[in-house]
């Protein structure tokens, strides 16, 4: 057929079909993109041992009134202190003291007896000495990195040396009134 015999039908056809033949295409294009990326998006996803490490339950039930554990939660220590009245009673006391992060006692725990933190120092990330011994050490009472000479006192704020930051809070909830999940 000459350009002259063609009907202004034929025309709105060819106009139609490489549309859809643009439409199919970019659809394939794009279900191919999709199945190229999938497997390089999902191995950004973190591993199985790394989602079971996520969380860790403690139970609360064999510690003792002053005395603290350490359990290992994402590959760092977690203090958790069942802290006496005295040890209470000193923190909340020490709410209104000169302290260089502002936290109340009460903003750091859920139930006052129980202490929990990541036992790693705000200074150079060591490991805070008090955790093992029966009395808690530094000069206020609770924890003291001997690297750098950070004071902590019996709710892991900062109190004394270079450390900028309180030990830090993980999130953590009560599943009953004898165990914890941290994570």
Not at 69 to 83: A, H, S
Not at 113 to 120: A, D, P, Q, S, Y
Not at 155 to 172: D, Q, T, W
Request: charged share 25%.
């Amino acid at each position: 057929m000459s350009e002259a015999t063609q009907s202004p039908k034929s025309t709105e056809d060819d106009v139609e079909r490489r549309d859809f033949l643009i439409m199919a295409t970019a659809a394939v294009g794009a279900v191919g993109a999709a199945a190229f990326a999938w497997p390089l998006v999902d191995s950004m996803n973190p591993s199985a041992e790394v989602l079971a490490l996520s969380s860790v339950d403690v139970d609360l039930a064999p510690i003792e009134e002053g005395q603290s554990i350490t359990v290992v939660w994402r590959g760092k220590p977690v203090f958790i202190r069942r802290r006496t009245q005295a040890e209470i009673d000193t923190a909340v006391k020490d709410d209104n003291a000169d302290l260089r992060q502002k936290e109340k006692d009460a903003d750091r725990t859920q139930k006052p007896e129980w202490l929990v933190m990541v036992g790693v120092c705000t200074h150079l990330g060591c490991i805070p000495l008090g955790q093992k011994s029966v009395e808690p050490k530094g000069e206020f009472g609770g924890w003291f990195c001997p690297c750098h000479g950070s004071h902590y006192d019996t709710s892991g704020r900062i109190r004394k040396g270079p450390a900028p930051l309180n030990l830090e809070v993980p999130v953590y909830k009560f599943l009953d009134d004898k165990s914890i999940r941290i994570g």
